[in-house]
């Protein structure tokens, strides 16, 4: 299986994106030295992560192919695409809806797991209290993600 690269630039810095034969099945914070290959899912990629970042995309209609994980990872990556756009789920949360009330700790471990950031949406899970805790991309990179959320969401909710 072979994978393809682009990176993309965004206001929280680039992320490298890659994809198989089924779709994304990677997103890593930072700017990987690989080689940009060309791909029509690689520009969808890059066109839809810029749309997010400019308030423009609230769900990304991207195929994901993720062959790795345990079950529980796998559980907790399905309920973090629940989580609506602009809102916040704790840890604690998510455990009880992937039916493991007492694996908050675990739930962290599968977010900072999770092959696909941002598009499967790790940032939106929050400590208790709505704390701000936990990003692989770091917590300025997680507070502008929530930010911009928010502020979209808000913006829609107005003029809807």
Request: proline content about 6%; aromatic content about 6%.
């Amino acid at each position: 299986m072979s994978r393809r690269w682009t990176v993309v630039d965004t206001p929280i810095g680039p992320l490298s994106c890659a994809i198989d034969d089924l779709g994304l099945c990677g997103v890593q914070f930072g700017a990987l030295e690989v080689a940009q290959d060309v791909d029509p899912l690689l520009d969808d990629i890059a066109e839809q992560l810029r749309a997010y970042f400019a308030g423009e995309l609230v769900e990304f209609t991207l195929p994901v192919s993720v062959r790795r994980g345990s079950d529980f990872e796998r559980a907790v990556w399905a309920e973090l695409s629940r989580i609506p756009y602009g809102e916040t789920h704790t840890y604690g949360q998510v455990a009880r809806a992937v039916g493991e009330p007492d694996a908050a700790r675990a739930v962290g471990v599968a977010c900072n797991r999770n092959p696909v950031a941002v598009v499967v949406p790790c940032h939106r899970v929050v400590g208790a209290g709505g704390k701000l805790v936990g990003f692989g991309g770091g917590l300025p990179a997680k507070r502008h993600l929530l930010e911009l959320e928010a502020r979209v969401r808000m913006e829609h909710d107005w003029l809807a």
